[in-house]
Nanobody, 123 residues
Framework: QVQLVESGGGSVQAGGSLRLSCAASGRTLSNNAMGWFRQAPGKEREFVASVDWKGGNKRYRDSVEGRFTISRDNAKNTVTLQMSSLEPEDTAVYYC????????????????WGQGTQVTVSS
């Protein structure tokens, strides 16, 4: 069984930056896609970004494209989300996710979730 632990959330003003990290333990996810989802109050959990097992195939939701960058380090079993030019609409709890497959990641293919970390962006 794999455990995912996020770190790096916090509060920032609009236009600022935050870096989220996620560490996997218990079982390696080096052969699996990993990514980030977020959930704002009263809304469904939504996809933010994913990276395939090699680290070369990256996907982003349209609203964060060009502002967020996802990366992974398989040697350290970590995945990182660098967030820049943050907007109040980015306020949510961010969840790290490990997928069942090597390339694609969606809510339906997540096998493990982190506990979540709060990101708050003020205007």
């Amino acid at each position: 069984q794999v455990q995912l632990v996020e770190s790096g959330g916090g509060s920032v003003q609009a236009g600022g930056s935050l870096r989220l990290s996620c560490a996997a333990s218990g079982r390696t996810l080096s052969n699996n896609a990993m990514g980030w989802f977020r959930q704002a109050p009263g809304k469904e959990r939504e996809f933010v970004a994913s990276v395939d097992w090699k680290g070369g195939n990256k996907r982003y939701r349209d609203s964060v494209e060009g502002r967020f960058t996802i990366s992974r380090d398989n040697a350290k079993n970590t995945v990182t989300l660098q967030m820049s030019s943050l907007e109040p609409e980015d306020t949510a709890v961010y969840y790290c996710a490990g997928g069942r497959h090597s390339v694609a990641l969606s809510r339906d293919t997540v096998q493990a979730w982190g506990q979540g970390t709060q990101v708050t962006v003020s205007s």
